[in-house]
Structures are given as structure tokens and as C-alpha cells.
């Protein structure tokens, strides 16, 4: 079971910135000295893993539905519509310069045309405390969920599918562009390709097009299409275009202030033994993507896989797992990193890294081993601008549920109360501290 086997391993149980504008050059581009100060130290989340409440989204009916392939709903998740100023300071206070959240177009656009301004004036509370608290926004505009009348319609299976989301991108632009960071448009629209290199995906896909169809009947419609349980053949030139449409609005909105991409799921691809194919695996998991217009490309990463003929290989016996079920696997974040940089020659932020642990010294060790891999890539000249952890909250892991603690902070089930654990002060310290002082100039 590799990294992406994981996402869906809770199956398995059920069945230049804004505010650093000087990086972001006409193309995206700027020579390493001009940015290494505006290096981005932060922590994540997205919304429907930790606002709670997002009923007007699409998987909110994939978990209400029978058979689903949730392990447990996500609910209130971490209540974070409620006590965002909290969390944003408690990041700030870690010593982030950087803050990654997402808009939920589901809020945004509860039904087709309706727009909230009450969810807009939401968001721009959001951003507004996060820059008075001295950070930059990475704001993500889709992180997997579409409103549920989206998916009702086809979603990204249909090219139908590209102006009600290009026209989201829009309001959002129009309204909120002025705070705006730097933008990722889809969070791991890669995803589908990657996890199809895995056995999990065709032993669950039953159960997945079970709930699908279920979910059809519960809203209605003929079909049901969230993106992360999707066909990814039919949706990658889709996406691709959405993405492309969106990043034009957006630099029309913004006067080209902000830089705009994607981000993407990154394995650390490594060859299972001699017939190991990794070109026809990036192929359907990674290049049609970065050959997408773009200004960065964010890189997610949290293990390795062994790549076979047509396959991934199994997890080597004896190593330490996450509770993802993947291979504890720091130094791959640095593979994930070499990888894109050898098919992409612009800026690349770390969107996501981290690990699913009970135990917090693992996290640790973890980020001890990482980021040095970062700087490693940075000093053979890749350009990479920021490092992301995944994820500031322990919070709703889909369809694991509750169960694999990924955050810097723990959140008490019942009350809501935050605890960070030691790995939150130690990242803090890192990020203080800065770029080893070779990189800084
Ligand atoms: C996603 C997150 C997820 C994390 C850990 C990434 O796939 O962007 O939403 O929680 O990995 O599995």
C-alpha cells in the first residue's frame, strides 16, 4: 500500500505573492537571491476538513448515503467556522510567515447563481486576519469538494463543468483578490492518476460506484461526480482547462499581482525492480499536469512508492508505517521535489508535508529529516519558495475519519479546545530561524 492508498485507506476500514510581491514576475519567475527573504514558513488546512457544517457540499451527501465509503462523518470537523481567529493567531504565534486555508465554493454557491456575500464577508475576515497577523495567505480554491448541485450536474466529468466553476473563480477574484497570496486553483487534481497506480483503487471501486449512484438517488440527479472519487481519464483535460480559464481570471482581477498554479500530489517514485515503468506512471499521475500553464506548482508529498510494471508494489516488509498505512518516509519529500524540478523550471512552494502519528516525537524526527532535504534542492538551484506542513489541526482525515492525527495542534473532540504539541513549537523554531545562511543571499 503506498502513500495514496492511504487517502483511501479509511476505506479500507468501511469499505510573489500578495504582500511579497516581488517574486512574482511577469512569468512567475525571480533569481533565487530575490525571494529567499520572503521564504513562506507555514502550516495548512482546508476547509471542509476542519470548518465543519459544510452540508451544501458534495461529499457531505457521499457520507450520508448508503453504502458510503466514509469511515465516519465529518460533522462539526474542528469547528473551525467558529474559532478561525484563534486558529490564525495560534499560527502566527508558532512563528509562521505563511498561513494555506481554503475557500469552500459550496459556501460561496449553495445553489447555482446564489451567491452568499454573508460567506464572502466570511472569507475576507479570514484573510483580513491573517495578514493582520503578519502572514501571507496561500489561499486553495478547490480542495476537493464542489458544491453537491455541481456534482448533481457532472462535475469535472463533463466539460459543462468549466464556466460555473470558472465563474466562481470570478466572485472570488472580484471580491476577495485584493488579499489574496499566492493562489492554488485545484488541490491534487493529479490525485485520481496517482492513486490508480495502486491496488486499492480497483478493489474499491464497487463500493465507490455504489455510493455514487446512491448519492445520485438521494439529490436526484443522474449521476453524482465528486472529484476525488472521479474517473481521472475523463476529468484531467477538464480540470486542466478549468485551471488555465481560472488562472486568466484571476490575473485579470488582480492585475498579474499574484502568482497562480497548481498543487499536486508528489510520491517519491521510486523503481520496485527492473520492469519498474515510472514514465508511463508519471504519465497518467504528474506530467500532463505540469505541462499546464502555471506560475508554481506546489509539491504534496508524505512517502514513496515502489513503482512496478503497471503497478505499485507493496510496502517492503519491516518498515515503520503511518497511520495512513504508508512508509514513514521523510527523505522523500526531497525525491517529490528532484522529481518535479526535472520536468519544471519555475517556482515550486511545498503546499503539504507531514505524517499521520499518534506519537509526536515521530513528527519530530520527521520535520528534522524533511526540510533539510529542502534546502538540499534549493542549494543545486531548484527554486523552491516555501515550506507548507500538513497540517496546523489534527482534524477530519475524509475517508479515514477522525483517526490519523496529521496536526501540529491537537483538538479536543468534545470541546474544541486546541493543544499544540511539541512538533508546533519546534517547527515555530525552525521557521524563526529562517533559510540556513548560505541561502539567504
Ligand atoms: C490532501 C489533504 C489530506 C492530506 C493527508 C492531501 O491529499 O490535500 O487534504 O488531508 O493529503 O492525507
Same mark, same amino acid.
Given at each position: ?249 484571476? =490575473?485579470?482581477?488582480?492585475?498579474? @499581482?499574484?502568482?497562480?498554479?497548481? !498543487? *499536486?500530489?508528489? /510520491?517519491? &517514485?521510486?523503481?520496485? #525492480? ?104 534549493? =542549494?543545486?538551484?531548484?527554486?523552491? @519558495?516555501?515550506?507548507?506542513?500538513? !497540517? *496546523?489541526?489534527? /482534524?477530519? &482525515?475524509?475517508?479515514? #475519519? ?40
Amino acid at each position: 500500500m503506498n502513500r495514496r492508498h492511504l487517502l483511501l485507506s479509511g476505506l479500507g476500514a468501511s469499505a510573489a505573492l500578495a504582500g511579497q510581491g516581488q517574486a512574482a514576475t511577469g512569468d512567475g519567475r525571480s533569481p533565487r537571491s530575490a525571494h529567499a527573504a520572503g521564504f513562506l514558513w507555514g502550516s495548512a488546512g482546508a476547509a471542509y476538513q476542519i470548518e465543519g457544517g459544510n452540508v451544501a457540499s458534495d461529499l457531505w451527501v457521499m457520507e450520508h448515503v448508503q453504502p458510503t465509503i466514509f469511515r465516519e462523518r465529518s460533522g462539526d470537523a474542528a469547528d473551525t467556522y467558529n474559532r478561525v481567529e484563534e486558529d490564525v493567531a495560534l499560527a502566527a504565534s508558532l512563528g509562521f510567515n505563511a498561513h494555506r486555508f481554503s475557500i469552500e465554493w459550496a459556501r460561496i454557491e449553495p445553489e447555482p447563481g446564489q451567491i452568499s456575500l454573508a460567506a464572502i464577508a466570511y472569507y475576507r475576515k479570514v484573510f483580513e486576519s491573517i495578514r493582520r497577523h503578519g502572514m501571507t495567505p496561500v489561499v486553495t480554491l478547490h480542495h476537493f469538494t464542489s458544491p453537491r448541485w455541481f456534482a448533481a450536474a457532472g462535475g469535472f466529468e463533463v466539460r459543462e463543468g468549466i464556466d460555473p466553476f470558472v465563474r466562481y473563480v470570478e466572485i472570488v477574484s472580484k471580491h476577495l483578490g485584493d488579499l489574496f497570496g499566492p493562489v492554488v486553483t485545484f488541490n491534487e487534481p493529479n490525485l485520481g492518476g496517482l492513486l490508480s497506480w495502486g491496488a486499492l483503487t480497483t478493489q474499491l471501486r464497487p463500493i465507490i460506484q455504489a455510493s455514487r449512484q446512491a448519492a445520485a438517488r438521494a439529490v436526484n440527479a443522474e449521476h453524482f461526480a465528486p472529484l476525488v472519487l472521479g474517473d481521472f481519464r475523463l476529468q484531467t483535460p477538464i480540470i486542466i482547462e478549468a485551471h488555465e480559464r481560472a488562472r486568466e481570471v484571476i =490575473r485579470r482581477e488582480t492585475g498579474g @499581482r499574484v502568482p497562480v498554479g497548481l !498543487s *499536486l500530489a508528489v /510520491n517519491d &517514485e521510486r523503481a520496485g #525492480g527492473p520492469d519498474a515503468r515510472i514514465e508511463a506512471k508519471l504519465e497518467d499521475a504528474l506530467l500532463p499536469w505540469l505541462r499546464a500553464e502555471g506560475d508554481f506548482v506546489g509539491v504534496q508529498n508524505y512517502t514513496y512508492s515502489l513503482v512496478g510494471a503497471d503497478k505499485d508494489l507493496p510496502n517492503p516488509d519491516g518498515v515503520e508505517l503511518t497511520q495512513m498505512n504508508y512508509p514513514f518516509a521523510p527523505e522523500a519529500l526531497e525525491g517529490a521535489v528532484r522529481l518535479v524540478a526535472k520536468y519544471w523550471n519555475k517556482p515550486i512552494y511545498v503546499t503539504e508535508n507531514g505524517v499521520a502519528t499518534e506519537d509526536d516525537a515521530r513528527r519530530v524526527a520527521f520535520i528534522d529529516r524533511a526540510v533539510p532535504g529542502v534546502f538540499a534542492c534549493m =542549494r543545486d538551484g531548484i527554486d523552491v @519558495r516555501g515550506y507548507i506542513h500538513w !497540517s *496546523l489541526l489534527d /482534524n477530519w &482525515e475524509w475517508f479515514a #475519519g477522525f483517526g490519523p492525527k496529521f496536526g501540529l495542534v491537537s483538538v479536543d473532540r468534545t470541546t474544541f479546545q486546541r493543544t499544540p504539541k511539541p512538533s508546533a513549537a519546534h517547527l515555530g523554531r525552525i521557521a524563526r530561524a529562517g533559510l540556513p545562511r548560505d541561502l539567504r543571499s
